[in-house]
């Protein structure tokens, strides 16, 4: 039977006695429905994961026991990626999140672009800032990962900052390509800038340019807009991240 992984936002150390908090209690008593004697583990989102039993269950209430010691880390990727990709309709932008955190993303940024249409603002833009977040909580979950993806703030591409140090950037365009060349042979950080369902505009894909990104093209078909990301991410990480055939 496989052992559930739940994210708690608790400190967690071995040994030590524990009352889940709400969220992990409701989704351990009540989605999964676990009782006294069942075994999960737990991460909070500092790398590591902790092995426990529930030793109590009530109706608000899920007491654990956590282990002796601490599980072997899920292996880190060697490549820092930031997605930077434009909002999208509906639960695209949710599976993008969801899988961008399964292949090993370490931030994204969500962007409001020239050709993107949808409108968030208030409290409309922090509630579904929180559904990303748990969105992104439930794959580390599924995936094994014991850190947790960095989801800034939704922000205007034109007010981006993308300055990491030594980074390659590329720009996912259709109509434009340049071939990966040696110097980019080895790097420890990418960024990959998306667009929406309609994609960039010319002027954000020149602007994007005269910042440094380098335009890249998949391949002769045109892709969705969330699974353009996903094929990227899969490219570079195979290529300077662990992502390997064996």
Same mark, same amino acid.
């Given at each position: 039977?496989?052992?559930?992984?739940? +994210?708690?936002?608790?400190?967690? $150390?071995?040994?030590?006695?524990?009352?889940?908090?709400?969220?992990?209690?409701? +989704?351990?008593?009540?989605?999964?429905?676990?009782?006294?004697?069942?075994?999960?583990?737990?991460?909070?989102?500092?790398?590591?994961? +902790?092995?426990?039993?529930?030793?109590?269950?009530? =109706?608000?209430?899920?007491?654990?026991?956590?282990?002796?010691?601490?599980? $072997?880390?899920?292996?880190?990727?060697?490549?820092?990626?930031?997605?930077?990709?434009?909002?999208?309709?509906?639960?695209?932008?949710?599976?993008?999140?969801?899988?961008?955190?399964?292949?090993?993303?370490?931030?994204?940024?969500?962007?409001?672009?020239?050709?993107?249409?949808?409108?968030?603002?208030?409290?409309?833009?922090? =509630? =579904?800032?929180?559904?990303?977040?748990?969105?992104?909580?439930?794959?580390?979950?599924?995936?094994?990962?014991?850190?947790?993806?960095?989801?800034?703030?939704?922000?205007?591409?034109?007010?981006?900052?993308?300055?990491?140090?030594?980074?390659?950037?590329?720009?996912?365009?259709?109509?434009?390509?340049?071939?990966?060349?040696?110097?980019?042979?080895?790097?420890?950080?990418?960024?990959?800038?998306?667009?929406?369902?309609?994609?960039?505009?010319?002027?954000?894909?020149?602007?994007?340019?005269?910042?440094?990104?380098?335009?890249?093209?998949?391949?002769?078909?045109?892709?969705?807009?969330?699974?353009?990301?996903?094929?990227?991410?899969?490219?570079?990480?195979?290529?300077?991240?662990?992502?390997?055939?064996?």
């Amino acid at each position: 039977m496989r052992v559930p992984r739940i +994210y708690v936002e608790q400190a967690l $150390a071995v040994n030590q006695e524990l009352i889940l908090d709400e969220r992990a209690a409701h +989704y351990v008593s009540q989605v999964l429905r676990m009782r006294t004697g069942r075994e999960l583990i737990l991460f909070n989102g500092d790398g590591s994961a +902790y092995p426990a039993s529930i030793v109590e269950v009530g =109706k608000k209430l899920v007491q654990c026991q956590l282990g002796h010691e601490t599980m $072997a880390p899920c292996p880190v990727s060697p490549l820092n990626i930031e997605l930077a990709i434009g909002i999208s309709k509906g639960d695209r932008f949710d599976w993008v999140i969801q899988k961008a955190t399964e292949l090993g993303v370490n931030t994204i940024t969500p962007l409001f672009t020239e050709r993107g249409d949808v409108k968030l603002n208030g409290e409309r833009l922090e =509630k =579904k800032q929180r559904h990303w977040q748990q969105v992104m909580i439930s794959a580390c979950e599924q995936s094994g990962r014991n850190d947790l993806v960095k989801i800034h703030q939704a922000q205007r591409l034109d007010e981006w900052n993308n300055t990491a140090h030594n980074a390659i950037k590329l720009v996912l365009c259709p109509s434009l390509h340049s071939p990966l060349t040696e110097s980019n042979s080895t790097t420890s950080s990418a960024i990959l800038l998306v667009g929406p369902e309609g994609g960039l505009s010319e002027t954000e894909i020149n602007s994007s340019i005269q910042q440094g990104f380098q335009p890249l093209q998949l391949g002769p078909r045109v892709l969705r807009t969330e699974t353009a990301p996903i094929a990227a991410i899969s490219i570079i990480q195979h290529r300077w991240g662990d992502m390997a055939w064996t």
